[in-house]
């Protein structure tokens, strides 16, 4: 099915892209919801162990929780959001994240606040973020034309990275007046924000897809979508470095809050703090990145940003050894892998919707998601029980390690020569 450009977009689509009212809403929508994402994801270690206790290995659990949706859910939901309207997916989404955020606060009031909450709380979430994710990259094209949903994404990107730029610091200094379950209550607020935004988008084609009759087996769509993924090179190179980066990535992240409020014994604002130099770091790769993808070509800008992320992840290891320059090494680590991840997810903008059918976009999104997701949660997995058996700084040694792993894939992958998207890999 093609798609005609949306009513609000010039037919020159020359249209800067947040002069399209749709695009407007949507790009402001995620805003709330990025800052409702920082708040709860600073909020959520300093509760579980500065406040409840929490073990590396709890850790660990509720880090896998949090990112377990894609793995259980995301080639089904791919399936049933192709088939399905995708604003009616987003709103219930938001719907569902206020509600859960909301409880967390209520359980610390009432004294009744666990741990177990925090990983039911951990899962909820991950599972709205499957059917959000995955709607959010399908309604994309029915916003804005094909060949905008690159600006599109840089836009998004950019305002993700603004976000995370301000909200880990700000957050850190707000819990040295009120408890960091209060947190929630911020997150919760800014889901209903974006829930309100959403019911004014009005995407043009977006409709359900088939009857009931004559509609593929889920196995047979599901199957379809895993196709499409694999046999496209692009998107089968970045699957297979993501995987990897992911797994890495699993390792290190759950155990960076042990390792820093815990072992070091930062306070959380300057645990805030860090978090907040990655993300001005990644702001302003957002910045520079789209100049540099016109300029010197999309894939190569996606690989070369794609290689400095394992190097910069090496830094954070190193603060287990030199533990008494452990912030300044860790604040290094931080802004470099600011400045890889954010780049190269800007550079690879919109490649993902250029080669793949608007029939298979759910599906491709959530197959992505599941392999890469699956991927960190078998590194937090891997991470619990290095730092379980070993130590924390074990942990962040063998996250740096395969988070090397990725540059060699790179390196000897015949797409590395391509400087920009093929014509003929374009649907």
Known sequence: MSLSAPADVAPDDATEVLKVPDFRRLWAANGFRYVAAEVASFALPVTALLLLHAQPLTMSLIFMCSRAGFLTIGLPAGVWIDRRRKKPVLICADIVYAAVFASVPIAYFLDVLTVPQLVVVALVVSLAGVFFDVAHNSVLPY???RRRIADGNARLQ????A?????????GMVTQGVAAPVLYCLAA?????????????H??????????????RFGQEIT????????QPLLRLLLNQAALNNIGAGILLPMLPVFLLREIGVATWLYGLLSTLGAV?????ALVAPRLRRRFGEIRMTLIFSALAPVAALTAPLAGVFRQAAVPLLAVAEVLIGIAIVGRSVSAAGIRARVTPDAYMGRVTAAYGVVTQGATLLGALLGGLVADRWSTGAALWAGGLVMALPLVLLLVSPLSRHRTLPAE???
């Open 143 to 145: 916003v804005l034309p």
């Open 158 to 161: 950019s305002s993700e990275t």
């Open 163 to 171: 976000v995370r730029a301000v909200s880990p610091g700000v957050a």
């Open 189 to 201: 607020i800014g889901h209903l924000i974006s829930l309100l935004l959403l019911r004014r988008i």
């Open 203 to 216: 995407p043009q084609g977006d409709v359900a897809r088939g009857s009931a009759g004559s509609r593929q």
């Open 224 to 231: 379809g979508g895993v196709r499409v993924l694999l046999r």
């Open 281 to 285: 770091a990644g702001f302003s790769a």
């Open 425 to 427: 890999w374009e649907v």
